[in-house]
């Protein structure tokens, strides 16, 4: 089954609101975790390290103020997109790692969100 | 700074035939090698990845992978591919050592015709 969850999976929003994603690692502590973004027909591009208790690292090219991501537990990652245009438009995935147990460094990768802002 | 290149960006096959997806990344030091699969509608799941070890990798659902460190090479197999295996194919790199954070390569979309 799946260790790491995304919600929602799709979002419609109206221009100009923000709405929120979340990222849980569901039997791990993950502090990190990672935020992607998968415009169609293209590559997955790493947007950002989301860092447990502290600020997330942001890629080249991404606005931190658009793109607010918090993750306030170890559990957790939350990613906002703010005042969002048709632009922002796109499938949003995350990730985390866990360095435990069997799975030995095993990435795994959410179900991703699908924004549409109309 | 790193890059990881997908040469075919869009295979189609006949089912039975074999497979073989290139890869290559820009890197120096130690790398860790990953190989995706998301299927139509679905999220990415992973199919075989390579730390250290036997270069040779065998993944999930008969697909394997050999890391040639001379070529900068990671490239996917299969002996024979079936209709379900129609899907998106990504590669990627760990960028740097101990980190899950991935630079991705293009995607190649694979389509088998039954």
């Known amino acids: 089954g799946a260790v790491v969850s995304q919600h929602p999976s799709w979002v419609i929003c109206k221009s100009g609101t923000s709405v929120k994603i979340e990222c849980r690692s569901l039997?791990?502590?993950?502090?990190?975790m990672f935020w992607y973004r998968q415009f169609p027909k293209q590559s997955l591009m790493l947007m950002a390290t989301?860092?447990?208790?502290?600020?997330?690292?942001?890629e080249q090219g991404v606005e931190k103020d658009k793109f607010l991501i918090n993750h306030a537990s170890l559990t957790l990652s939350t990613l906002t997109v703010t005042s969002a245009h048709p632009e922002d438009s796109s499938f949003y995935i995350c990730?985390?790692?866990?360095?435990?147990?069997?799975?030995?460094?095993?990435?795994?990768f959410g179900e991703g969100s699908w924004l549409t802002v109309v | 700074a790193q890059s990881v290149s997908q040469h075919n960006h869009h295979v189609i096959l006949s089912e039975a035939a074999s497979l073989e997806l290139g890869c290559n990344y820009s890197?120096?030091?130690?790398?860790?090698l990953f190989w995706y699969v998301q299927y139509p509608g679905q999220h990415l799941q992973l199919l075989l990845k390579?730390?250290?070890?036997?270069?040779l990798v065998k993944g999930i659902k008969g697909f394997e992978a050999e890391f040639i460190k001379s070529k900068f090479s990671f490239n996917l197999r299969k002996p024979s591919v079936q209709w379900s295996d129609t899907a998106e194919y990504f590669c990627?790199?760990?960028?740097?050592?101990?980190?899950?954070?991935?630079?991705f390569g293009q995607g190649t979309t694979l389509q088998v015709k039954p």
């Open positions: 990627a790199v760990n960028a740097g050592s101990n980190t899950g954070k991935l630079i």
């Open positions: 039997d791990f502590q993950a502090t990190t």
């Open positions: 989301s860092n447990e208790g502290s600020k997330a690292t942001y």
């Open positions: 990730s985390a790692r866990d360095f435990r147990g069997l799975r030995g460094n095993t990435i795994y």
């Open positions: 890197y120096g030091g130690t790398v860790n």
């Open positions: 390579y730390f250290s070890g036997d270069p």
